[in-house]
T-cell receptor, first 113, second 111 residues
Framework: DGGITQSPKYLFRKEGQNVTLSCEQN?????MYWYRQDPGQGLRLIYY???????QKGDIAEGYSVSREKKESFPLTVTSAQKNPTAFYLC????????????FGSGTQLSVL | GESVGLHLPTLSVQEGDNSIINCAYS??????FIWYKQESGKGPQFIID?????DKRQGQRVTVLLNKTVKHLSLQIAATQPGDSAVYFC??????????FGSGTRLLVRP
């Protein structure tokens, strides 16, 4: 089945620790995105990538880093510089232009121990 | 994920009735709009999209209406079913070239 796979489903971070969230897609989509979702708020864009080896900051990139070494993979690292990392993280991809008709993964819930 | 939807406006409908979920957007220059459905603990699921050169678009049991004069978007769900219970949110794409997401509306379907 084609789709977007995020792992893990749940992740816990200790103080001062970097953690990496995985996102893999087999839809052959060019563009990939990372969003953060907090209760009662809309999705906020962290980073996006339109093509391999290229990515741009979104609206809330501070404390996060990404890489796009392969078309199908777009991992997100939540660094220790992100002071409020507890949130639901969503990865998405699109092939219909950029930033249109995004297909989302099932999300990763990150919590701080 | 399980806490998504706290403090959201809620629409409660009887099973079998039609549902109308509304969304006000902010940018008169936005030219693309999209609706998503999100169940608890899951990622958003695409429902339907529409471009600004259209006023109406229909899918399976769903219709999106766009009123550019008042910057209003609505999602109509016909014959609402228990499986339609979820949080629904709209997004617009404007001059910033990024999708701007609303906070969502929770739809509860009463049996």
């Amino acid at each position: 089945d084609g789709g977007i796979t995020q792992s893990p489903k749940y992740l816990f971070r200790k103080e001062g620790q970097n953690v990496t969230l995985s996102c893999e897609q087999n839809l052959n989509h060019d563009a990939m995105y990372w969003y953060r979702q907090d209760p009662g708020q809309g999705l906020r864009l962290i980073y996006y990538s339109q093509i391999v080896n290229d990515f741009q900051k979104g609206d809330i990139a501070e404390g996060y880093s990404v890489s796009r070494e392969k078309k199908e993979s777009f991992p997100l690292t939540v660094t220790s510089a992100q002071k409020n990392p507890t949130a639901f993280y969503l990865c998405a991809s699109s092939n219909q232009g950029t930033n249109e008709k995004l297909f989302f993964g099932s999300g990763t819930q990150l919590s701080v121990l | 994920g399980e806490s998504v939807g706290l403090h959201l406006p809620t629409l409660s409908v009887q099973e079998g009735d039609n549902s109308i979920i509304n969304c006000a957007y902010s940018n008169s220059a936005s030219d693309y709009f999209i609706w998503y459905k999100q169940e608890s603990g899951k990622g958003p699921q695409f429902i339907i999209d529409i471009r600004s050169n259209m006023d109406k678009r229909q899918g399976q049991r769903v219709t999106v209406l766009l009123n550019k004069t008042v910057k209003h978007l609505s999602l109509q769900i016909a014959a609402t079913q228990p499986g339609d219970s979820a949080v629904y949110f709209c997004a617009e794409k404007g001059s910033s070239y990024k999708l701007i997401f609303g906070s969502g509306t929770r739809l509860l379907v009463r049996p």
